[in-house]
């Protein structure tokens, strides 16, 4: 089946707000004497907020009532819109817009799928939201990654088949989503975090479309 669009993955794929997430949940779960490692940050790679902020109150064993989970998660989001306050075009991973516009060129419809309710603020920030012809971030799913929900409703909202939409995705539990969904998947990152992607390649920059 010929490719007719591309669902992009936001944290990780555009620019390197996997970094402030990142940053952020280490500064909570320091106050809780919780380290995080380098595998805790791909198991939070593209887990929303709420199961994130699960994830490290277990590491401390706590279990968390309602209000300390609404409390923990507007304060860690604070702390991530604090660094994104300061993000520009700049940010966007080199080769980003080459990427989207060469893919406009040959009609290739284009989504986000990303589990952040940022992620609208976010392209906003890198001047690129115009790029978008659907954009499916947490605000609108129900079921985050690995549940395949983002990637069925962007290939929804691009008037596709699942089938038809190549997913580039940075993490373990977009790739399990984007497979689950039924779209082909290219890694971006390194191989031995990615496994399951038909693909795995350094960035965007270094896709080399078939068209
Ligand atoms: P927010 P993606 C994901 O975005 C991030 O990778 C993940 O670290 C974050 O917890 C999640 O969004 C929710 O983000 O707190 O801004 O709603 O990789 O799916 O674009
Ligand atoms: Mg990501």
Redesign the pocket.
């Known amino acids: 089946m010929s490719v007719k669009g591309y669902i992009l993955?936001?944290?990780?794929?555009i620019c390197d707000?996997?970094g402030f997430?990142?940053k952020a949940?280490c500064r909570l779960a320091q106050e809780y004497g919780v380290t995080l490692d380098h595998q805790d940050h791909e198991n939070?790679?593209?887990?929303?907020?709420e199961t994130?902020l699960r994830y490290i109150l277990g590491k401390a064993d706590i279990h968390p009532d309602h209000s300390l989970l609404q409390r923990d998660?507007e304060r860690?989001?604070q702390w991530?819109l604090d660094m994104v306050a300061g993000m520009t075009p700049d940010d966007l991973f080199p080769g980003t817009l080459q990427f989207l516009n060469r893919a406009k060129e040959h009609n290739i419809r284009i989504a986000?799928?990303?589990?952040?309710?940022?992620?609208r603020l976010v392209l906003q920030k890198l001047n690129i939201e115009h790029l978008f012809d659907a954009i499916v971030?947490?605000s609108i799913v129900e079921n985050?990654?690995p549940h395949p929900e983002?990637f069925l409703k962007a290939a929804h909202l691009l008037q596709l088949k699942p089938e038809e939409c190549i997913v580039f995705?940075?993490?373990p539990s977009?790739i399990r989503a984007a497979i689950a969904a039924g779209c082909t998947v290219i890694g971006i990152g390194k191989p031995e975090s990615l496994k399951g992607a038909r693909v795995v390649i350094p960035s965007l920059a270094s896709f080399v479309p078939h068209h």
Do not use: C, I, Q
Not at 9 to 13: A, K, M, N
Not at 112 to 119: E, R, V, Y
């Open positions: 993955d936001l944290d990780g794929v707000t996997a997430h990142f949940w939070l790679k593209g887990v929303d907020r994130s998660m860690k989001n991530y986000l799928g990303s589990a952040s309710k940022n992620a971030d947490g985050g990654k983002t995705e940075d993490a977009g």
